[in-house]
């Protein structure tokens, strides 16, 4: 029996089975979701793909039992970092004929609120992905200098109003720690100019993006988890990038941009091996979900997908 995919449909399903097909239909083959949550894109691919191994990896340990009991026996799920896929498909024996990233959090991390990514609701401020160590977001929000807390808001939140809510944090922290989200929103609010509040949705949304990725170091976990993704993909293996904010769908984009690059000096009568492209782009610039999955299901408003398909093995 393959495992049931639930009610639920995840983000461009059919849009991940197109790219990753091709390779999926070889012999012998192996999927790794690197960002498994609940199970539902492979649920999925355990369905279509009769007879091909499916490999889950989270860092989540909620998101790990979940999936575990809902693919069953139809996927092996380890619990690890995405930067150290490299290493949980070398523990496995294998590399990979397609592998997907759909990033960013799950509803059930979002929907719990001992888990600390909500600004809609008052939670304590946690937000780690990984909560057995490492600091939670109200421990930043304590340690950070002002001019830190600026720059973490500006630079992962892209927050007009940077150096307005830092300020803010560092005065109110003055009087007691910053650790349940109402807190944060109203001091969010009240720190930024009346008209912004109505404007660019929830006046904490960027701020509480900002936390989210400072606390799981979500860039540094893809500028190594691509590559090292990208090095254990076979000859005619695929990967597919699903991000929902800018900074992810940047990193997505040089990184597939530069493996479907030559890097030959200009001018060179012919072309060596080594510096030809390894990678061929499957998606022209970065696809966005067609507009009746954005009507049924919202998170795929944001949705920036970029696929390529790896052409040389390199050394
Ligand atoms: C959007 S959800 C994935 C949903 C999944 N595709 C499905 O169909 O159910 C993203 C998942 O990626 C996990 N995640 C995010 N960053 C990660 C990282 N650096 N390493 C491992 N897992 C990560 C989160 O814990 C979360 O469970």
Redesign the pocket.
Known sequence: MPPSTGGHT?VSSERLCALAGPALARPDAVYV?????????AALIAERFPGVRVIG????PE?VAASRRRLGAAAEVVQA???RIGEVLDGLGTAADAVLF?????SA?LDRDERGFAYSRDTRLDMR?DPSGGPTAADILAGYSKAELAKLLSDFGQERFAGRIAAAIVAARADGPIERSGQLVELIRAAIPAPARRVGGHPAKRAFQALRVAV?G?LE?LEA?LPAAIGRLKLGGRIIVMSYQSLEDAIAKRVLGAGATSTAPPGLPLEPEATKPFLRLLTRGAEHAPPAEVAANPRSQALRLRAAERIRETP
């Open positions: 995840p979701d690197a960002t498994v949550g609940l199970g539902g894109h990896i989270d860092r989540d998101a970092p995405f930067a759909d990033l960013g959090v799950s991390q992905m799981n979500e976990q988890g």
